[in-house]
Nanobody, 119 residues
């Protein structure tokens, strides 16, 4: 069973940057597409970026050009570099397998990491 631990969140001013980490343990995640998700109060969890096992990436329009997803398979870790942050990026950020695998194939959700962007 894979355990996911997200970290790197915090409070940052608008225009600032943060780098989130998603560390996996229990089994390798290197062969799977991994996504970063976020959820803000009153809204559904949404996928903001994903990276395939081969390193191909895809981004939601709302973060394209500002966020960069990457992975270090040797460390079993996926990263999300967030630049030019906006108040609307405020949310709890989570990582997991890509949503198209279906709910039964997702890992147990971690605690997430809070990102707060002040205006």
């Amino acid at each position: 069973q894979v355990q996911l631990v997200e970290s790197g969140g915090g409070l940052v001013q608008s225009g600032g940057s943060l780098r989130l980490s998603c560390a996996a343990s229990g089994s390798t995640i290197s062969t799977y597409t991994i996504a970063w998700y976020r959820q803000s109060p009153g809204k559904q969890r949404e996928s903001v970026a994903h990276i395939t096992s081969g390193g191909s990436t895809n981004y939601a329009d709302s973060v394209k050009g500002r966020f960069t997803i990457s992975r270090d398979n040797a460390k079993n870790t996926v990263f999300l570099q967030m630049n030019s942050l906006k108040p609307e990026d405020t949310a709890v950020y989570y990582c997991n397998r890509a949503q198209w695998v279906g709910p039964s194939q997702l890992y147990r959700w971690g605690q997430g990491t809070q990102v707060t962007v002040s205006s």
